[in-house]
């Protein structure tokens, strides 16, 4: 049996009435509760008699509820797509119509923009995810599964069937859907569950959005599969999370979490004193929130790398050397190799393109063979889009990035993107759009403008524009009007130019 599923449920307790998932506001879920639950949503999505591989769509807040409709996904043999609460309208066309989902599932009150949507791109069925003391509604799934027995024979799966679908950038261009096998994920969460030495008693306090590989896979596999509770909050609220530390044992974040934590007066060794392992990823950790962390917590972040694409690549050891500023070794099955531009191998601590080979790397870029063909090279590795380098002790560095990306808080952010909506507005000649260094989200989205001669326009309207548009995190945090961009003799836009000038 090889649906993810099995795996993960291969772990839970024997004792089913424990606790699984406890909300802040009180509620609690056994791992009975949660097999009844998504056994019903999965008879629900399987009555539905959608195509094998069919997928399910869904942009919801998070709530347990949500983890239960991925967890039924899997159970039902379907294909789960999860995408971010903060997308648009045009976001959201877009992936719809690429990844032409069978059902989409969204938040009650996005459902007349969403189903709208959904509909114009062929979609068949669309949902409401409601928490279960939301009235009465004929849309609600969980009102719709509930008349449905509470067993499920998980359906089988092969290792190379898809799980997942992600979207992401990919080295270039448009959002691209990552496919992600049932085998690819729990390859990926067996290693980090030896790797992070995942034990009894641990409770993982996860504060992660779980529409991405850090909130969903790294933090859920891992505790589900170990049977481990976690304490599952809406969102990170750096108040919240010291308040809570004191009961639980694992803590996973993006280095914005660890930045708001240090800035809490009450972030102390005491407040950290049941905590077994700190985990840090999805971006660079600064040199000096590793060491201040270490200083107030007596805790060394344990920081790992991975991306959509590939789930987790290196990390860090939970009982070596943890060396700031770099993302450890490579994970047990994990091929990890830095490369020049002539193809040869770095040398010593050489920096080079990042390549990756494993059991975790993804089946290919949904509906783009072309292009999943040039990412990955004649002998079967990925290119990641990462630049780096290994140190003497094999630990990896990332150095930057050759692809044209822009992480802010953890999330991603394509310039390309940003640029085209700004090209958009009247009185815009062109524009270019760059990260620069941001205390709180490592990166901030800044955007350089030059006018046709004699428009006008000022950074509130490029903003308020950009709002209704697209999801807010990609807003640039800055907008600066200047008579005409740096080129290059190609006539490329010089970017590094930019930041550096535009660094706040
Ligand atoms: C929110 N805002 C952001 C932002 N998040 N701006 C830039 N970058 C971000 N990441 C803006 C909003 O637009 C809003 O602006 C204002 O901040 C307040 O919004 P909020 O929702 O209240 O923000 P907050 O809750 O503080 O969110 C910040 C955050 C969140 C850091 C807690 O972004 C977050 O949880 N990030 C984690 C992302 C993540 O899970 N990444 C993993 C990817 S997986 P305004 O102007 O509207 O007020 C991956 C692979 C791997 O990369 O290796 O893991
Ligand atoms: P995504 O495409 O959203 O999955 O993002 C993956 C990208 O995040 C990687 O290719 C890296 O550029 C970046 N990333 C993930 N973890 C780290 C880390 N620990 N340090 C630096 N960059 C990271």
Redesign the pocket.
């Known amino acids: 049996m090889s649906n993810l599923y099995a795996t993960l449920a291969a772990g839970f307790p024997a004792d089913k009435s424990a606790c699984c998932l406890e909300t802040a506001d009180g509620r609690y879920y056994s791992w009975a509760d949660m097999e009844h639950a998504s056994a019903r949503l999965a008879h629900l999505l399987a009555s539905l008699d959608l195509q094998a591989g069919a997928r399910i769509a869904v942009q919801v807040e998070k709530s347990p509820e949500a983890l239960l409709l991925y967890l039924a996904t899997l159970r039902a043999g379907y294909v789960y797509l999860p995408l971010n609460s903060?997308y648009r309208a045009a976001e959201l066309d877009y992936f719809l119509a690429d990844a032409a989902p069978e059902v989409v599932v969204c938040a009650p009150h996005n459902f007349g923009w969403v189903a709208q949507i959904a509909f114009k791109n062929g979609c068949r069925h669309v949902f409401t995810l409601d928490a279960p003391e939301d009235g009465n509604n004929s849309g609600s799934l969980l009102q719709r599964a509930a008349p449905f027995p509470d067993r499920f024979e998980t359906v089988p799966r092969q290792p190379d069937d898809l799980a997942a679908i992600l979207y992401?950038s990919g080295t270039t261009g448009r959002s691209k859907g990552a496919m992600l096998s049932h085998a690819n994920l729990a390859s990926n969460a067996q290693v980090l569950q030896r790797a992070w030495r995942w034990q009894a008693g641990d409770v993982l306090l996860h504060?992660?959005?779980l529409?991405?590989?850090?909130?969903l896979f790294?933090a859920c596999h891992g505790a589900l599969l170990n049977g481990s509770k976690m304490i599952f909050l809406p969102?990170?609220?750096a108040a919240q999370v010291v308040a809570l530390l004191a009961r639980s044992t694992v803590f996973m974040?993006?280095p914005?979490?660890y930045v708001?934590l240090l800035a809490e007066a009450g972030f102390d060794r005491d407040a950290c004193r049941t905590m077994r392992l700190f985990v840090s990823?999805?971006?660079p950790l600064l040199p000096d929130t590793f060491d201040e962390f270490s200083r107030r917590s007596g805790h060394t972040i344990l920081e790992?790398?991975?991306?959509?694409e590939t789930?987790?690549l290196t990390s860090n050891p939970y009982a070596g050397e943890r060396k700031g500023g770099t993302v450890g070794l490579p994970l047990e099955g994990v091929a990890v190799r830095v490369l020049k531009a002539d193809g040869s191998r770095c040398a010593g601590d050489e920096i080079g393109d990042i390549q990756v080979r494993g059991p975790n790397v993804f089946r290919g870029y949904w509906n783009l063979p072309e292009k999943t063909a040039e990412e990955f090279t004649t002998d079967g590795y990925f290119r990641t889009g990462d630049v780096g380098q290994f140190d003497a002790a094999g630990y990896l560095s990332i150095v930057g990035r050759s692809k044209d990306l822009i992480?802010?808080?953890?999330?991603?952010?394509y310039p390309k993107e940003i640029e085209g909506y700004i090209d958009e507005l009247p009185g815009v000649l062109e524009s270019a759009v760059v990260g620069v260094p941001?205390p709180?989200?490592g990166e901030?989205?800044t955007a350089i403008v030059v006018l046709h001669p004699g428009a006008t326009l000022a950074e509130a309207d490029v903003?308020s524009a950009l709002?209704s548009k697209i999801?807010?995190?990609?807003?640039p945090?800055q907008v600066r009007f200047v008579a005409e961009l740096p080129r290059n003799a190609m006539g490329k836009v010089q970017k590094n130019l930019l930041r550096q000038e535009f660094e706040q």
Do not use: Q
């Open positions: 903060a992401t504060t992660l959005p529409f991405h590989v850090h909130g790294v969102k990170f609220e974040g993006v914005t979490y708001r990823g999805s971006a790992r790398y991975g991306m959509s789930a987790m992480i802010s808080g953890g999330y991603n952010i941001h709180d989200f901030a989205v903003i709002k999801a807010n995190f990609k807003v945090k």
